[in-house]
């Protein structure tokens, strides 16, 4: 069946930029994720939704990154004023239920230039 | 603060010889504790899951791990590894303490089986 998809597969904008990341979540799983992984790290939480409400934004670095998920599956991160320091991989996951695994995207490699 | 250590940045190991990825992990609750492999280019895939029961779990492509609460570890381990087993491979908790789903990776181990 399908996985997680995620668009585009990589990024290239330059500093300042406004950028989105999309992403298709396995269908009927409620929960999903976003993370960041950097070179040579483990991946870093960002935001937890269910459904269509974000239940934990903690992970978010700053008022610049924001995420939505207006009905309840595809989520689409943004990222304002874009900084070399945001270049990274960006993980999406989704699970059927919140303390079940989680089944990740390709991921969307982000580079600022 | 949950964490996840994996003391390893690489591991090497001769094909057909057993291999073990070490973790440990620290949490206020009880955890839920996860291990991924990560190929080139590709996306992070599930290997086995604790949640409660047997300490000693199996997963997919002959993986295994222990659940050690005494010693809060959660190792992967293979009887006999293959040289396609070499990968990177991340431990993850959630502490079930928290409100949220949230996992905590570790840094990622390197697995290089040579033939």
């Known amino acids: 069946g399908a996985g997680v998809s995620q668009t585009p597969s990589n990024k290239v904008t330059e500093k300042g930029k406004y950028v989105e990341l999309r992403c298709d979540p396995i269908s009927g799983h409620t929960a999903l994720y976003w993370y960041r992984q950097s070179l040579g790290q483990g991946p870093e939480f960002l935001i937890y939704?269910?459904?269509?409400?974000?239940?934990?934004d903690s992970g978010l670095p700053n008022d610049r990154f924001f995420a939505v998920r207006p009905e309840g599956s595809v989520s689409t991160l943004k990222i304002q004023r874009t900084e070399r320091g945001d270049s990274a991989v960006y993980l999406c996951a989704s699970s059927e239920q919140g303390y079940n695994e989680q089944f990740f995207g390709p991921g969307t490699r982000l580079t600022v230039l | 603060a949950q964490s996840v250590a994996q003391p390893e940045d690489q591991v090497n190991v001769a094909e057909g010889n057993p291999l073990t990825v070490k973790c440990t992990y620290s949490?206020?609750?009880?955890?839920?504790l996860f291990w991924y492999v990560q190929y080139p280019n590709r996306g992070l895939q599930f290997l086995l899951k604790y949640i409660t029961g047997d300490n000693l779990v199996k997963g997919s492509y002959g993986f295994e791990a222990e659940f050690n609460k005494s010693q809060t570890s959660f190792h992967l381990k293979k009887p006999s590894a293959l040289v396609s087993d070499s990968a990177l491979y991340f431990c993850?908790?959630?502490?079930?303490?928290?409100?949220?789903?949230?996992?905590?990776f570790g840094g990622g181990t390197r697995l290089m089986v040579k033939p």
């Open positions: 939704f269910q459904g269509t409400g974000a239940a934990d």
């Open positions: 949490v206020s609750g009880n955890p839920y």
């Open positions: 993850a908790v959630r502490d079930t303490s928290r409100a949220g789903n949230m996992l905590t």
